[in-house]
């Protein structure tokens, strides 16, 4: 193992965030993620899940301690650099997917190479090869209004997945979805991260952290109060 494969790929170090005069959403939080790892973060609403989830993506900054994801201090980037770490070392799924309906399939997949100036070749290249290894290219050419829940969330990580990010950002992937389509999303993610790709999934779904985590962590008031592998999958 090389040294840059052991350091880890997420490091929160005494993390805080306070909003104005209410309690901390996070308070002093220390967390590693190693690469390849799955992490699912649990908790109750207000837990400060979603502010982990800001933190990592540059979208907030703590009101104290660090943040370092990929070697990178996030917590110190302008936003000019916190757009490029986005594009380059993010890829972010949402509970409502979050797709452009004026767009094709296609061309929701290739906005992230677009916007990081990738050559139109090389970006349709790696589109059509996410399409086909996710199980949508048929339809490339639909617009998103046209397809299920669990094709519009396979389209999404497609579209997360364009720029080769190390990181993947899943928020409550699951929670938009009924029974069967909820149940794909999971054998996706699970796949992922078996072919290396690092994940931290913020879910109320214990069955999807339960199918894709290979480690959990439980916040309460900010705060990390579980911490478990999984049992070996």
């Known amino acids: 193992m090389t040294p840059s494969e052991a350091e880890p790929l997420i490091e929160l170090s005494e993390v805080g965030r ?3 005069d209410g309690p901390a ?28 989830l800001n933190l990592l993506a540059g979208l907030d900054r703590p009101s104290t301690g660090r943040v370092t994801v990929d070697g990178l201090r996030v917590d110190r980037l ?19 997917f979050n ?7 296609l061309d929701n997949v290739l906005l992230p190479a677009q916007l990081a100036g990738t050559p139109r070749a090389r970006a349709s290249a790696r589109a059509a090869e996410l399409l086909d290894r996710l199980g949508v290219a048929r339809h490339a050419r639909v617009h998103p209004g046209r397809l299920s829940g669990g094709e519009r969330q ?31 999303v999971r054998d996706l993610l699970r796949a992922l991260n078996a072919d290396g790709q690092t994940i931290v999934l913020v879910t109320h779904d214990l069955a999807l952290a339960e199918a894709c985590a290979t480690r959990t962590i439980e916040l309460v008031d900010g705060r990390v109060t579980r911490d478990v592998p999984a049992v070996a999958r």
């Open 154 to 184: 396979r389209v999404a990580v497609a579209r997360a997945l364009m720029n080769h990010p190390p990181l993947l950002l899943a928020d409550e992937p699951t929670g938009a979805l009924d029974t069967a389509s909820g149940a794909e």
């Open 18 to 20: 306070t909003y104005e």
């Open 78 to 96: 302008s936003e000019t650099a916190s757009a490029r770490y986005r594009r380059s070392r993010i890829g972010m799924v949402f509970q409502f």
């Open 25 to 52: 959403a996070l308070a002093g939080l220390d967390l590693r993620v190693a690469r390849g790892e799955s992490l699912a973060v649990l908790g109750p609403s207000g837990s400060g899940k979603s502010t982990l």
């Open 99 to 105: 797709l452009l309906d004026d767009l094709t399939v």
